[in-house]
């Protein structure tokens, strides 16, 4: 508001008297404004200047180092699944030599060889990356048979089941997979058409395994063809590579390397609407789409230390995040035991957001330490799908460590019309952890000793812990290393979630 105290003449005495009150009043406010004004700041950048309300030289380049470093660590973690899906198309072709549409299977499962955000070795996993860019509309053709599957965008966003939980259920079908802004013709019938809004999409494929028969699954898997749809009338076989054994890894990098792989995944892809704002923050750090990365020195300064801050903050979300979605009451649920240190892997939802806000502390929650999301996982009911838990304490609350001895018990019961299956995860890697035994993980369908009342038993600690007897009940971990466990319901049931049945927390044992 501009202060001006010149009042009009009064008609009266007493306005008169009114008026020099309040004109006095204003003169004083104008007064006390302009002498509240600061010519120093302490802040936590160190003292900064402004003579005669003009910054400084020092203190405008503070500021803006500083401006950018804060906007270069939020666009780290706004980045984070985009960056995670482009390591894995970066690692796929790197450690495989599995280029786009090549189809990669776990014939003989996962392992722990492989660094993978929180995989699992319980189901026949077959995947491809497709850049509809390139290629133009893709066709993802799935026989009939035991199969569920994902297509994800490289925000991790779920654009459609298929197999089971798909509109094809497990019957076999067609999908096709349009560019965004696609223009051409689309076919009438045959298809299931999804309009997709980026050029790079990852199509996962598990293969259940049943009464047993790996071998069928990993045909099932097999039968699974993605092609152009241009190669439609004669396409191409798809080839195979196995990851199963493998050296490989597919977690985002540290340092540089991820605002590499960010850039390249900026550059190949449109920019969604909601991410215009992170556009705009990453530009004078040299991010710009349709432009080379190149920073400067001042640039990779800022940005190195935003990578390792960005990572630090990735962490503390995975690992204290439920306790944080706690004290502000989001998320679709935190504990699925009350009581117990469990809590629902799932609080982000397969778009990312709600009708009042982005799921960002969400989103990262899950995908600094998972990969997918779909429809299928996080139901929160009796059905096809599934949904998981994790613990990062142990019944005292302290954190797992490798070096000591845990027991859970698994209740009777167990509510999971499938199976269940629980893996030991590396803190450092949020991937199974790498025991000379290389298998970090026990389902209901292994051999495992089961007590007189129908529970199960299950061991965690360094070698030779297992009680006598167990150790087909016992997973090896490594002394000096953190790990946390992963509970997997697939198809669950109903005592999952209405208090029925009850997993206990891990507790250390003597």
């Known amino acids: 508001m501009k202060c001006n105290p010149k009042l009009r003449s009064p008609a009266t005495h007493s306005t008169a008297a009114a008026v020099l009150v309040l004109s006095v009043t204003m003169m004083t406010g104008c007064a006390q404004t302009a002498q509240v004004q600061p010519q120093t700041a302490d802040t936590r950048i160190g003292k900064l200047s402004f003579e005669n309300g003009f910054p400084t030289e020092e203190t405008a380049r503070k500021l803006f180092d500083e401006m950018d ?31 786009l549409t090549d ?39 799935l026989p009939a048979g035991a199969l569920v599957g994902i297509i994800d965008d490289f925000w991790q966003r779920s654009i459609s089941d298929v ?34 809004t980026m050029n790079n999409y990852n199509v996962m494929i598990r293969g259940i395994v049943q009464e047993g028969d790996r071998n069928g699954a990993v045909q099932t898997v097999k039968r699974v063809k993605v092609y152009p749809l241009s190669e439609r009338r004669d396409p191409k076989p798809n080839k195979f590579t196995s990851m199963s054994g493998k050296v490989m890894d597919t977690t985002p990098p540290t340092g540089m390397a991820y605002w590499e792989r960010l850039s390249a995944f900026i550059n190949n892809n449109p920019v969604q609407a909601r991410d215009l704002f992170y556009m705009a923050m990453v530009k004078p750090l040299g991010i710009e789409k349709g432009k080379e990365f190149k920073p400067n020195a001042r640039q990779r300064a800022i940005l190195e230390e935003a990578a390792r801050m960005g990572d630090a903050m990735g962490r ?5 995040g439920p306790d944080r979605f706690r004290q502000v009451g989001e998320g679709l649920g935190i504990d699925p035991f009350p009581g117990t240190n469990w809590h629902w892997v799932f609080q982000v ?6 009708d009042s806000y982005g799921q960002i502390d969400e989103r990262l929650h899950y995908t600094y330490g998972a990969i997918y999301t779909t429809p299928a ?70 051999k495992l000793k089961t007590n007189a009342d129908g529970s199960i038993d299950l061991y965690f600690g360094p070698v030779a812990s297992a009680p006598a007897g167990m150790e087909a009940n016992w997973i090896e971990t490594l002394p000096g290393k953190g790990f946390y466990p992963m509970m997997r319901f697939y198809t669950p049931k109903a005592g999952l979630f209405d208090g029925t049945w009850k997993l206990p927390d891990i507790e250390p044992m003597k």
């Open 377 to 446: 996982l996080g139901i929160m009911k009796a059905g096809p799908g599934g949904n998981y838990a994790q613990a990062f304490k142990d019944k005292n609350g302290d954190r797992l460590v490798g070096g000591k001895s845990y027991r859970l018990r698994v209740p009777a019961n167990a509510p999971a019309e499938q199976f269940w299956s629980l893996t030991l995860y590396d803190t450092a890697t949020r991937s199974m952890i790498q025991n000379p035994s290389n298998d970090s993980a026990r389902s209901s369908l292994d």
């Open 69 to 99: 470093y804060q906007r270069a660590v939020q666009a780290y973690l706004w980045g984070y699944p985009a960056v995670s899906f482009e390591s894995i198309r970066v690692g796929t072709l790197r450690d495989l030599g599995a280029d």
């Open 163 to 196: 197999g089971l939980p798909g509109p094809d259920g497990g019957k076999g079908g067609k999908y096709l997979l349009l560019p965004p802004g696609y223009k051409g013709n689309v076919p009438k019938t045959g298809f299931y058409v999804l309009q997709g």
């Open 316 to 320: 503390v979300m995975l690992f204290d």
């Open 349 to 354: 939802n397969p778009v990312q957001q709600t």
């Open 103 to 141: 189809m990669v299977i776990a014939d003989n499962y996962a392992d722990p060889k492989g660094r993978w955000l929180t995989a699992n070795d319980t189901t026949i996993y077959g995947y491809t990356n497709v850049d509809l860019g390139k290629s133009g509309p893709i066709v993802v053709e």
